[in-house]
Each structure stands twice: as structure tokens, then as C-alpha cells.
């Protein structure tokens, strides 16, 4: 009887996981995609840039790309491409060059805006791939659990009475957890890859 119910609670999980969670995120980000381009052309019309203009053309051909692979997106594929980046630097460096030409334009202040989109378009992706990332859910409750559970040993050990060893004593218990808080938290919020990476990852997809 246990195991039936283990079995119908792993399905379960993988239904809501699979058919609901998965696609509810991937929704998410085509809508913030959709506004990010939406916005984009707006911006480029207030300016009295034509939309014919080959910046405006290129930045909207990078949101249509992450657009087309929205349902493609996780965190595994996009490390193996990175991998496989690393193994072929030259061809990479050919893509970001080819990736970067377009977007060298005046005024200056176009060129800051253009590069804001690129960000924020590339924070949309990294949302998304740690959403649907089984690995990097357990790595944030984890790393809330730590935090939970540090700032309750310091509360604890502020309302000790003031008894130098026992004081030490408790000093030291925090240590794992601040060290583990520390590595999950740098791990998931650093950014480890910047903008033209996963614009190269994007438009590698072209090839699959």
C-alpha cells in the first residue's frame, strides 16, 4: 500500500510539474517577452527612429529568437552549450562579433537603452531556467533553510545568559550554515555569464 501511494505521489508531482508548472513559466516569459518587444518598438517610434533602422531590426530579431525557443530553454542545454563554447572559442567569438555589430549605433543614449533590453531580456531567460530547474529550487530552499536557521541560532544565542564559554560555544555553530547560505547564494545570484552568452545560446539554437 505504501509504495502505491509513493508511486501515485510521484506522478502526481511530475503531472503538476510537467503539465502545469512548466508551462504556466513558459507563458510568463513569452508575456514579458512579447511586452519587452512591444516596448521596444514604442521606444524606437518615440525617438523617430525608422523601424526599418538596423539596430531596431537586430533587437527585435533577438527577441523572436528567444521567443522561438522559449519551450527549449533550461538550465542543462545551456550549460552544455556554454561547454561547448568553451571548446570552440573561435566560432563563438565569431558569433557574439556578428551578435554585436547591429547594435553598434548613435546616439549613445540608444545604444545604453538597446543594451538595458539585452539585459533585461537575459534576466527574463535566467528566471525562467532557474524556475524549471529542479537543481537550482532545492539549491534556493536550501539556501532558505540556512538562513532560517542561522538567524534562529543568533537569536538563541542573544537572549544566552553572558557565560564566556558557553557564548563560544554557540559561536561556533553557525559556521556550516553561514559558509553553505554564502556558497548557494553566490552561486544563484552572482551573474556567472553575461548577456552575449546566452544571446550565442539563443542563436546556436538555430542549428538544432
Not at 549613445?108 to 533585461?120: A, G, K, N, W
Request: aromatic fraction near 10%; include cysteine; proline fraction near 4%.
Amino acid at each position: 500500500m505504501e509504495l502505491i501511494l509513493a508511486a501515485i505521489s510521484i506522478f502526481a508531482a511530475y503531472a503538476v510539474w510537467h503539465y502545469m508548472w512548466i508551462p504556466t513559466a513558459t507563458d510568463h516569459l513569452r508575456d514579458q517577452l512579447f511586452d519587452l518587444r512591444d516596448e521596444v518598438r514604442a521606444e524606437f517610434v518615440s525617438r523617430g527612429i525608422p523601424l526599418h533602422n538596423p539596430a531596431y531590426e537586430a533587437l527585435r530579431s533577438l527577441l523572436n529568437q528567444y521567443l522561438r525557443y522559449t519551450e527549449k530553454v533550461n538550465i542543462g542545454r545551456f550549460i552544455s552549450e556554454v561547454a561547448v563554447a568553451n571548446q570552440q572559442r573561435d566560432l563563438f567569438r565569431r558569433l557574439k562579433d556578428r551578435i554585436e555589430e547591429p547594435f553598434k549605433t548613435e546616439p549613445p543614449e540608444l545604444m545604453e537603452y538597446i543594451q538595458h533590453v539585452r539585459q533585461r531580456a537575459m534576466i527574463h531567460m535566467y528566471c525562467m531556467m532557474a524556475k524549471t530547474s529542479v537543481l537550482l529550487i532545492s539549491l534556493i530552499l536550501v539556501a532558505m533553510i540556512c538562513t532560517w536557521a542561522v538567524d534562529f541560532i543568533n537569536a538563541i544565542r542573544n537572549t544566552l545568559p553572558s557565560i564566556p564559554s558557553l557564548k563560544k560555544a554557540m559561536n561556533a555553530v553557525p559556521v556550516v550554515a553561514i559558509f553553505a547560505t554564502l556558497l548557494v547564494r553566490t552561486g544563484i545570484a552572482r551573474e556567472t555569464w553575461d548577456a552575449s552568452e546566452i544571446e550565442e545560446y539563443a542563436y546556436s539554437q538555430q542549428r538544432n
